[in-house]
């Protein structure tokens, strides 16, 4: 079975999809892939709109990363704050941060680490070529047919999640969601921010594969 949020929600799908023989399940806790382009409802169209809308303020990270990788990794090796800044910046806004700030619900200790290990490593500038290396390779849409991932699927939905998800109707047309989950709270780190809940929900998906 394969778990996944951020890259690894694609990674999980791409597992699912071409190594079906092999993956009995999937669960992942965002949703990065697309069909290919078809909005059947109107609100699928509603959420195409909205999505589009709030992505706006934040696709400079993603543009920057996917055309110039190699400066932003030469400018991040280089200096400590400038890592945390980029870091910390995205924790902010990709978590859920109305009711408790990101002291209360990370800790200094685990967004320093966050950070270090990026420093530590030297692996800022190989996190941010995958970017270029999407856009280059594509990778967003799992078949040109419109087939999709049929092993069974969870689908965990923190609602703070920077990518909001689409309609479950346009969802089921990219997975075979046996599993559909509505987190109380959280956002984008949910393995991070809420552990407990992820947890939960993927045991409760890994229990059918006893």
Not at 99 to 122: P, Q, R
Request: glycine share 10%; aromatic share 12%.
């Amino acid at each position: 079975m394969a778990q996944g949020g951020d890259w690894g929600g694609a990674i999980s799908s791409w597992l699912g999809y071409d190594h079906f023989k092999s993956c009995n399940g999937i669960h992942i806790n965002i949703l990065t892939m697309r069909n290919r382009g078809e909005l059947l409802t109107q609100e699928e169209r509603d959420w195409a709109i909205k999505f589009d809308s709030e992505q706006i303020m934040e696709n400079g990270y993603r543009t920057q990363q996917a055309t110039k990788p190699q400066t932003l990794g030469y400018a991040m090796l280089d200096s400590p704050v400038g890592t945390a800044a980029w870091i910390i910046e995205k924790f902010y806004s990709w978590s859920d941060t109305r009711e408790k700030n990101l002291d209360e619900i990370f800790g200094k200790d685990k967004l320093l680490t966050n950070i270090m290990i990026y420093l530590v490593t030297g692996s800022m500038n190989t996190a941010s070529w995958i970017y270029y290396g999407r856009r280059e390779e594509g990778g967003r849409i799992l078949s040109s047919n419109g087939s999709r991932v049929e092993v069974p699927c969870a689908m965990a939905l923190f609602p703070q999640e920077m990518l909001a998800w689409p309609p479950r109707s346009y969802v089921d047309r990219l997975y075979n969601a046996t599993q559909w989950t509505e987190m109380p709270r959280g956002g984008h780190f949910g393995a991070l921010e809420e552990p407990t809940l992820l947890i939960d929900d993927i045991r409760l998906f890994a229990r059918r594969f006893r």
